[in-house]
């Protein structure tokens, strides 16, 4: 009995570590497919189903984006290469694109 108690202890303490992620603060971050140039509404693969995007800057049939946002049952995407291009301005501790400096 006592062997009992303290597995169920274990378990709930160890599985309260994972949270479920859902709804749209879940899918900010992935990556999809794009299936449909995007310029700047297209359609993307996105964990096996297909989505409508918009994408500021143009992003070809087989590029990879990044979901930046989500509005309604359209995803906002950005290339990927546009993402790896972001940096943390060391002085002010604010996000900024490469080239362009602090604003």
């Known amino acids: ?5 303290a597995e169920v202890g274990f378990w709930i ?4 570590r ?3 992620a859902t709804g749209k603060e ?3 971050g992935s990556s999809a497919e794009v299936i449909e140039s995007c310029d700047p509404r297209g359609r ?7 989505w409508h995007a918009e994408c500021e800057s143009r992003a ?3 590029e990879r984006v990044t979901v930046v946002g989500v509005h309604g049952l359209t ?5 990927e290469s546009e993402r790896s ?9 604010r996000l900024a694109q490469h080239g362009k400096g602090p604003r």
């Open 13 to 16: 303490r160890f599985l309260r």
């Open 60 to 62: 070809e049939v087989g």
């Open 1 to 5: 009995m006592v062997i009992e108690v």
């Open 44 to 50: 993307v693969r996105f964990r096996g189903e297909i």
């Open 26 to 28: 879940a899918l900010i």
């Open 75 to 79: 995803l906002r995407v950005e290339r």
């Open 85 to 93: 291009q972001v940096y943390v301005n060391s002085e002010s501790g």
């Open 18 to 20: 994972y949270r479920i």
